[in-house]
């Protein structure tokens, strides 16, 4: 009865070492001269695959940077840390990197939004595009709430809070997939020192919006004509900061009536 | 002999046409779907097919005769096929890899798909059922992959048309390219009667 199974262990497994002996010595001898720069690049990268950095994979990021195609610090993931490892390996200046984060501009909780139905159906924001008015929430830009940035981050590092989404600045390596994910374009990727940030992008005019949602930015400018460093601007409606002239004195914030400009 | 010779040319008429492996055994559609977009892809995945395929049936045949036939272990022959087809696969890869590698990356992932590729099995499994001998079955995996060679690249061409045409929305895509390789099946019906 045993001889039968170790015959057939016996062979299987005979196949297999063969095979492993033969691809074995056809990986040497077909060896193919890979850069060890980019060996060494390719070692250094965090290696999550994340594809934050354009390219496809860490492979992807480190051929092109032992090409010349990619900058020393174009992994967004690992920052400077990363970026002054590779530099060394490619024997370059490391250019200084600006950390950024995502930013969800949207602060339309349950208890702050008016919603014009119960909706009852699939949670995926991209999907609600098929449903009367583009979601339940009254207001045509507001944060839908069912998380397709969530599913999206490879970091963990957003989450829906109250229904809306908000970003973990710590946890946030401005990889970009929420960015793209959002169907609202609600997200945007912004420096991490930013002091204080618009969170609404209701386009909507002042009464539209104030019926829509309790925080949302009514365009009285009122943030414009306090500020010192001229950083806001208005437009459609909606207060923008340009976080180059902003220095954070936070005159904006508190003049705001709504409390649309948060604290970043 | 020549009797031997008539018989070898139904076969490859009969495997490349009649029964022709994606077009009326509906296997190995993963790649002939996937690698289509283009005509030089097309043929060089069809190149890579016919390599592997003619490769292992005949490698596959020879193990099935000599080792697992005395042995009377014929009902490993699925799991080993599967290994020397995998094996196979590998080494056509590393040589791509070193020698023609515009094709390499060219074929992308698909090239490590011919391993899952029903196809090769299938021809490897089709020659143990019908009982044909190492060169019988070799003939008939080099007749099998020049028949999904050939629909690959007549796929391919009518692709590279298609790309100019106004296709409504929601053909745009994989279901065009479906109802043509169905119009296509349907057409290589016609061989159905020739032998």
């Not at chain 2, 020879?62 to 009377?72: D, E, G, R, S, W």
């Amino acid at each position: 009865m045993f001889s039968g199974i170790l015959t057939a262990t016996a062979i299987v497994g005979a196949v297999g070492l063969f095979i492993g002996l033969f691809l074995g010595i056809a990986g040497i001898k077909f060896k193919v001269d890979v850069d060890e720069r980019e060996e060494a690049v390719l070692a250094v990268l965090p290696g999550n695959n994340c594809g934050g950095c354009g390219f496809a994979g860490c492979s992807g990021l480190a051929a092109a940077i032992a090409r010349g195609d990619a900058p020393v610090n174009g992994c967004p993931v690992g920052g400077e840390a990363v970026g002054k490892k590779v530099a060394a390996i490619m024997g370059v200046e490391a250019q200084e990197g600006i950390r950024m984060v995502a930013f969800v501009a949207c602060q339309g909780t349950c208890d702050k939004a008016a919603f014009d139905y119960e909706y009852t159906g699939i949670e995926d924001c991209r999907m609600l595009s098929f449903v009367p008015n583009g979601g339940a929430k009254t207001c045509d830009y507001g944060c839908l709430g069912f998380g397709s940035c969530v599913k999206a981050c490879p970091f963990d590092a957003i989450h829906v809070v109250d229904g809306v989404a908000r970003v973990d600045k710590e946890a946030c390596k401005a990889c970009g997939k929420c960015v793209a994910v959002c169907p609202k374009h609600l997200i945007s990727l912004i420096p991490y020192d930013v002091k204080y940030m618009v969170a609404c992008s209701s386009k909507d005019k002042g009464p539209v919006t104030m019926k829509a949602c309790t925080a949302g930015c009514i365009g009285c400018t009122l943030c414009k004509k306090n500020c010192p460093a001229d950083a806001v601007s208005i437009e459609s409606f909606n207060a923008a900061i340009d976080p180059e002239k902003c220095i954070g004195c936070g005159a904006c914030a508190s003049k705001c009536p709504k409390k649309v400009i948060v604290e970043h | 002999m020549l009797a031997q010779v008539k018989d070898l040319l139904l076969l490859i008429i009969g495997s490349a046409l009649v029964s022709n492996v994606v077009l009326s055994q509906f296997l190995g559609l993963c790649p002939f779907l996937g690698v289509s977009k283009k005509v030089e892809t097309a043929a060089g995945m069809g190149t890579a097919v016919i390599f592997v395929i003619t490769l292992a049936s005949g490698v596959a045949g020879v193990i099935y005769k000599f080792i697992l036939t005395p042995l009377n272990i014929q009902y490993l022959q699925t799991i080993v096929f599967i290994l020397v087809i995998a094996a196979l696969v590998q080494f056509v890869e590393m040589f791509l890899k070193k020698y023609m590698k515009s094709l390499y990356e060219a074929l992308g992932v698909y090239l490590p798909l011919i391993t899952t590729n029903c196809a090769v099995l299938g021809v490897a499994l089709t020659n143990v059922q019908k009982e044909y001998g190492v060169f019988t079955g070799m003939v008939n995996g080099f007749a099998t992959a020049l028949g999904f060679t050939i629909s690959i690249i007549i796929l391919a061409g009518i692709r590279e048309k298609m790309a100019y045409n106004d296709i409504p929305e929601s053909f745009k895509g994989m279901p065009i390219v479906l109802l043509t390789a169905g119009l296509m099946a349907i057409a290589f019906c016609g061989f159905s009667g020739l032998l």
